[in-house]
């Protein structure tokens, strides 16, 4: 075959192609079977402009830090600023945390990602009845301001960028964090960082509600509208495909319903009155970045152009950074075996690489052992390194966007981009996000997903190495063990805590708490005073569900 020119129609490409075809096939014959993304998108065998030509480049690819925004937020990207390194870190007491914080700092870490345990997700103190022996276990034991001074003691927040993986009691952290930059002389605009605060997706996928639907969405309301105003440098909302993936949503399945729970959120601010410009240009996303390494690129790409567009024809905004979708990734749990664990590592860092190689902001890589525990201290150092690697050693970071242009990779993002806009117009009909999980919609879909990758496991159709395949005898692997002293030492300062704070300042502020719940005033004011009152994350809910009760699945939505 001759080489390609400028010249050459796509007609002349088309006869090539076809030649080529017929006369390969004798000598080298495809796979009998079909090959599919993990969204059963089907792959194709080779490329070619046939699949997507250069005319389509100003109107689906463009510049990056340009509309429609497909190869990336910034014009310089990673060669102007690398992204931001994060690696997932809390156990036991605050106190331990806080030595593993200054330890991820000293080896280069670029922000601190904050794991609470199960009782602050849920609003429990440690003291509960149903706190019990979840003390500290799946993240760092917080229960009042005395504890998070703790976390952060010797760090100054005006120097750090946090992120914080809460949803249900965002709001409360988040106070707290406030008050805690307070106590350190730092104003609330100097903070930088990010709460997850995404309640749609504990419906969807992760479980982790206290209050109803539409309370909790006026907390994270409220919570955007309070940033706004006074923490113009932080994230009040990290919407969150990761959790969603994690549950078993195939790429497509995270990427719609994502996308659909942020409209959602912005949909819910504007009509509170507040201007697109005014929050927009602070809204996050965090994503999953699982094994199929081109449909992953593909997926942060599709998800720029998507909300780019949606955002211009819904709101018309004036400033140009309220299109931009600015996202953290993380590489997949889920993907994580606790057989041959240090399969792991090549795990994380092809992942880690994809999410480079789309173009995200922010990163956090697991570590090896996270399918059996929180990991240890070297494992977290493996992961951290795992990026420094990347960023400093492979080039990638050198130039903007290498796959741009990629006759495989644009006719992925577009494929992916038309099977979201098929959900989002699902959603539409159902009535919107609120309703259709209500119905059951998003979480049957992603039921129904893992049910079909589960089948293609067992039939080895899909191979985990060491696994359902490649399985070979190994050493046990030395894990982190949570000491379960660590539950006694946090009650009992709970208690101490609670026997010297002025409980008569505590239970007037609580009781204006109560009062601003019942109306539809900003409920941040109310929170950040009881915080600096020392009350608890137990009390403070206590209080909202007993405005706002709380929820409970209906069964005939699941199934």
Same mark, same amino acid.
């Given at each position: 075959?001759?080489?390609?020119? @400028? ?131 799946? !993240? ?47 104003? @609330? ?58 549950? /078993? ?23 509170? /009155? ?45 400033? @140009? ?83 741009? !242009? ?131 994350? /137990? ?21």
């Amino acid at each position: 075959m001759q080489p390609t020119t @400028p010249s050459e129609t796509l007609e002349q490409i088309r006869t090539a192609q076809q030649q080529w075809h017929a006369e390969s096939l004798q000598h080298a014959p495809q796979k009998a079977v079909p090959c599919t993304t993990s969204s059963d998108i089907p792959v194709v065998p080779l490329a070619t402009p046939l699949n997507w030509s250069d005319d389509r480049y100003l109107s689906h690819l463009g510049f990056p830090g340009e509309a429609p925004y497909t190869r990336g937020v910034q014009p310089t990207m990673y060669r102007g600023r690398l992204w931001t390194t994060r690696i997932f870190s809390g156990f036991g007491t605050a106190q331990e945390t806080n030595q593993r914080y200054k330890y991820l700092l000293a080896q280069g870490n670029g922000g601190l990602s904050v794991a609470f345990d199960l009782p602050a997700l849920y609003g429990y103190d440690a003291d509960h009845p149903m706190a019990a022996g979840e003390v500290g276990k799946c !993240g760092v034991a917080v229960s009042s301001l005395a504890d998070m001074e703790t976390l952060f003691e010797g760090i100054p927040l005006d120097h750090v960028s946090t992120s914080m993986t809460i949803t249900s009691t965002a709001a409360i952290a988040l106070a707290m964090y406030i008050v805690v930059a307070e106590k350190q002389g730092i104003a @609330p605009a100097q903070l930088r960082g990010t709460v997850q605060n995404d309640i749609l997706k504990e419906y969807i996928a992760q479980k982790e509600w206290i209050f109803p639907p539409r309370p909790s969405l006026r907390l994270v309301r409220d919570s955007i509208a309070y940033c706004a105003e006074h923490l113009p440098q932080w994230n009040a909302i990290s919407i969150s495909g990761y959790h969603i993936r994690e549950a /078993g949503a195939t790429a497509v399945q995270e990427l719609a319903f994502t996308l659909y729970d942020g409209l959602t959120y912005v949909q819910e601010a504007v009509e509170a /009155g507040l201007s697109i410009d005014a929050f927009a240009p602070r809204l996050s996303f965090f994503f999953d970045v699982h094994n199929d390494f081109f449909e992953e690129i593909a997926k942060f790409r599709a998800a720029r152009r998507i909300w780019a567009r949606e955002i211009a024809q819904r709101y018309h905004p004036q400033n @140009p950074r309220s299109l931009l979708l600015r996202t953290h990734a993380q590489t997949a749990g889920v993907t994580l075996t606790a057989q041959q664990p240090y399969n792991n590592i090549v795990r994380v860092a092809l992942q880690a690489l994809a999410a480079v190689l789309g173009g995200t902001q922010s990163l956090h890589t697991n570590a090896l052992d996270e399918a059996l525990a929180l990991p240890t201290e070297e494992a977290a150092r493996i992961a951290l390194r795992t990026q420094q690697i990347l960023a400093h050693e492979t080039g990638v970071a050198d130039t903007i966007d290498p796959f741009g !242009g990629s006759y495989y990779l644009e006719t992925l993002t577009d494929a992916l981009e038309h099977s979201v806009y098929a959900y989002f117009h699902k959603l539409d009909e159902l009535g919107g996000m609120v309703r259709a999980i209500e119905l059951g919609f998003p979480q049957r879909e992603i039921s129904e997903a893992a049910y079909r990758y589960q089948q293609k496991l067992e039939k080895k159709e899909a191979v985990i190495v060491g696994v359902n395949d490649f399985v070979a005898n190994e050493m046990p692997l030395e894990i982190l063990q949570i000491d379960p002293r660590v539950e006694q030492a946090q009650i009992a300062q709970l208690q101490q805590m609670r026997q010297g704070r002025d409980n008569a300042l505590l239970n007037k502020r609580l009781e204006a708490l109560a009062s601003v719940a019942k109306s539809d005033e900003n409920i941040m004011t109310a929170l950040v005073d009881v915080v600096r009152a020392y009350g608890t994350i /137990g009390e403070i809910a206590d209080v909202l569900r007993g405005v706002w009760g709380t929820y409970e699945e209906e069964s005939s939505t699941l199934f």
